[in-house]
């Protein structure tokens, strides 16, 4: 089993839907999470911070389920610029080590 | 936010041959790592600079296919040795202050022909 998995995708969705990914991860010790954004050709950029509270930064919201070992991103009223690969990304303390889900590719069609 | 210099962006080199990337970052940083991601794949770690002594490197990557270096908290280059088709992939050196994000430099993509 992966340490971090994501749904590959693709998930097509029309502007304006409402879509929602989740990252599972299989260490419990598991201390930080991120949401990354990863266009064609270009290195992944933090999107956002998964706090235990969730988090929420104008159309997205993260949300953080340990006990499920889950971490979630919805983004609403889809933009196509929202159109990327999102990875998610679980540090592990005990490891010292930043691993990345497959991502979820994403393509918000007109 | 760490502003991370990568070079080179892209290369093409004959199987057989090295290439040398390096990263530079505008700060100073604890931890620095070298990822890698195959076409249509997720990033793997290839392994963590350490200052002043050997990178540790993750399971099915060693040093004599990549050797590791750096000399100081800002700077670190990746060497991919011996290169052949199968090491054509995008490289990618990153930073991290503790449990914090990682951020990236902008990649080297190669391609080995």
């Known amino acids: 089993r992966k340490e971090v998995e994501q749904d590959p995708g693709p998930f097509n969705v029309p502007e304006g839907a409402t879509v929602a990914f989740n990252c599972t991860y299989s260490?419990?010790?598991?201390?930080?999470f991120f949401w990354y954004r990863q266009d064609c050709r270009k290195e992944p950029k933090l999107l956002m911070s998964?706090?235990?509270s969730g988090n929420e930064d104008g159309r997205f919201t993260a949300q953080l389920n340990r006990a499920s070992q889950y971490i979630s991103l919805l983004i609403r009223d889809s933009k196509l610029s929202d159109s990327a690969t999102y990875l998610c990304?679980?540090?592990?303390?005990?490891?010292?080590?930043?691993?990345f889900g497959q991502g979820t590719t994403l393509q918000v069609k007109p | 936010s760490a502003v991370i210099s990568q070079k080179p962006s892209r290369d093409i080199c004959q199987r057989g041959t090295s290439l040398t990337i390096q990263c530079q970052v505008d700060s100073q940083v604890t931890m620095m790592f070298w990822y890698r991601q195959q076409p249509g794949q997720s990033l793997t770690l290839i392994a963590t600079a350490n200052q002043g002594s050997e990178a540790t490197y993750e399971s099915g990557f060693v040093i004599d296919k990549f050797p590791i270096s750096r000399p100081n908290l800002t700077f670190s280059t990746l060497t991919v040795s011996n290169m052949s088709p199968e090491d054509s992939s995008i490289y990618l050196c990153?930073?991290?202050?503790?449990?914090?994000?990682?951020?990236f430099g902008q990649g080297t993509r190669l391609t080995v022909v």
């Open positions: 990304a679980v540090f592990s303390g005990n490891t010292g080590k930043l691993i």
């Open positions: 260490n419990s010790a598991s201390q930080s």
């Open positions: 990153s930073v991290r202050q503790g449990m914090a994000e990682a951020f």
């Open positions: 998964v706090y235990s």
